[in-house]
């Protein structure tokens, strides 16, 4: 039993001490008082701080917020009017524009129906002068022949004096 109050009497002075110390502070609510009050000004203190930039800022929006407002009302007045002849302008050319469209559209129809007319003639006119220049073709080889029958024969020459047909000895 020596040992345990050995023990004991070792872990004494350190209870003693703390039990020491913590009369100390419950003896001193003054103290207590004093470092909470401390705390409690550091706190009004920063949050001071911030309420003073959140004003300043603020104050500042106020004096600029304002202008800057005043400045695009006066811009936006500046500009409709112009937005507004722009879109006019912009009516007006368009409307312009789908008129000319319509009378591009209807040229455009009477060039082809002009040009089907055309190409109808053409062939008309390439198939009428394919007839008449073969029979053109056939009617002068057949006079050229026959012209040439009648010099072979004694009759009257050509009057351009080529007669292709007949015997080289008679040309």
Excluded: W
């Excluded at 001071?48 to 400045?71: Q, V």
């Excluded at 006066?74 to 319509?102: F, H, R, S, Y």
């Excluded at 009428?128 to 024969?153: I, M």
């Amino acid at each position: 039993m020596v040992k345990i109050h050995g023990y004991f009497a070792l872990a004494l002075p350190l209870v003693a001490a703390r039990e020491n110390a913590e009369t100390q502070h419950a003896a001193n609510p003054i103290r207590k008082v004093v470092t909470m009050l401390q705390q409690m000004q550091n706190k009004v203190t920063a949050e001071g701080k911030k309420e003073k930039e959140l004003f300043d800022k603020f104050m500042c929006y106020c004096t600029t917020g304002a202008d800057d407002l005043a400045n695009s009302i006066n811009a936006a007045d500046t500009k409709i009017p112009q937005v507004e002849a722009a879109l006019k302008e912009g009516e007006a050319t368009k409307l312009q524009l789908e008129a000319d469209i319509k009378a591009h559209q209807a040229d455009r129809a009477e060039a082809k129906e002009a040009l089907a007319k055309a190409t109808a003639l053409r062939e008309k006119e390439a198939t009428a002068y394919a007839k008449e220049s073969g029979d053109f073709k056939t009617n002068r080889c057949h006079g050229q022949s026959n012209r040439c029958n009648l010099r072979r024969h004694g009759g009257c020459f050509p009057p351009d004096g080529n007669c292709n047909r007949g015997p080289p000895h008679l040309h």
